[in-house]
């Protein structure tokens, strides 16, 4: 590793983790053990505060402009009051009729007055002429979203008060569920389609735009790396150029790390922090290049740990540990034992409390005052 580097790059924590563990370096198995233990167990261990992101949501206000709702019994068609002012961002909210006690969901919105509605109107009764409420009781978190941390929710903070929002079990979320919209109470998350798009359910419904706020743990993505085509740099350089028709460099962010293959691999690695991508055959380094230069020399570009490099030999020893047990190892109870002594040591320095930043300043950065 690079004498001014603390952090242990991708390819870095593959290499070591397959030299400790009697492996080829490029055996497939590595770099998905280093990638399991990153992205899945640790996060796991912890309610990480380098994990921890503040965010908040804005609700959406009841709707019930207009006194008269028309629908026929089995039909997915409604028709509101002339009056009405409904748009297209009211797909995907829910209806309940006065006159039926099913709740429906709106799947268009037909001009200002009407939509489609699923399921099909149930009971023997057609809606006519009936009081009606349109209330949003679900809303999109972001794609980043893995879970609220733990006793978590949401929060509403109201004439100086933070009133939490509990995160609570499917059976116990429908146990007090409600379609009636007032102050929300309760929480759960859903996961939507096959990409699992995180969202939050509330019960009962909002019927204001109250602003919530809330902290949740972030998810990590498996790191990656691209060895595509060659690469030429100056000495004392930081323009980095790349040669053979083939080269990725475009996959690469800023925070990625670079090195030419030929001046070592593994703990011998001499890595350059990159400043910049501009285009699949050319990035800048944040630093000269300290070593002698180099023209269509093979190199490795990788990403890094999002996260403190005091946790990063907690990667390697978990991978280390992971691929001895596939071969019996017995060496491997050594690495479980550093790899607690790692942990253990990080629970001191990044264990969250209750809340990461005041709450408050949550609602700030949103401009909301009650």
Not at 200 to 207: A, C
Request: include cysteine; proline fraction near 6%.
């Amino acid at each position: 590793m690079s004498k001014n580097l603390t952090e242990l790059p991708f390819t870095e924590l593959a290499e070591r983790a397959a030299q400790i563990a009697r492996l080829e370096q490029d055996d497939s198995r590595v770099r998905g053990a280093v990638n399991d233990v990153y992205v899945r167990e640790i996060p796991r261990k912890e309610d990480w505060s380098f994990l921890i992101v503040s965010s908040a949501l804005t609700c959406a206000d009841e709707y019930t402009t207009g006194n008269a709702a028309v629908v026929d019994t089995l039909g997915t068609i409604f028709t509101l009051s002339s009056d009405t002012a409904i748009d297209g961002t009211f797909t995907g909210r829910k209806i309940k009729f006065s006159t039926n006690p099913n709740v429906y969901l709106i799947t268009s919105a037909a001009g200002t007055t009407g939509g489609t509605l699923t399921p099909p109107l149930s009971g023997t009764s057609n809606v006519r002429s009936a009081a009606y409420s349109i209330f949003k009781d679900t809303y999109s978190l972001p794609n980043d979203f893995d879970r609220f941390p733990k006793n978590g929710g949401l929060l509403l903070y109201e004439g100086g008060r933070i009133m939490p929002i509990p995160e609570v079990a499917l059976q116990n979320y429908y146990a007090d569920y409600t379609p009636s919209p007032t102050k929300p109470e309760k929480c759960r998350l859903v996961m939507v389609g096959t990409d699992t798009i995180p969202q939050v359910e509330l019960t009962p419904p909002p019927n204001d735009p109250y602003v919530l706020g809330y902290e949740y743990l972030r998810k990590l993505v498996p790191m990656r790396e691209t060895t595509a085509g060659f690469a030429a740099i100056a000495a004392g350089g930081t323009a980095v150029s790349g040669s053979g028709g083939t080269t990725r460099f475009t996959e690469a962010t800023s925070g990625w790390y670079f090195r030419i293959d030929a001046f070592g691999t593994g703990e011998e690695s001499e890595w350059y922090r990159v400043a910049s991508v501009t285009h699949n055959s050319a990035l800048t380094l944040a630093v000269a290049f300290g070593l002698s230069g180099a023209t269509s020399a093979g190199y490795t570009l990788c990403a890094a740990p999002q996260m403190p490099a005091k946790m990063h030999a907690a990667i390697l020893y978990g991978a280390v540990i992971n691929l001895m047990a596939d071969q019996n190892d017995p060496n491997a109870t050594l690495y479980q034992t550093k790899f607690a002594e790692v942990v253990l040591e990080a629970r001191k320095l990044y264990k969250t409390r209750v809340y990461s930043q005041p709450i408050e300043s949550v609602f700030e950065d949103y401009n909301y005052r009650r």
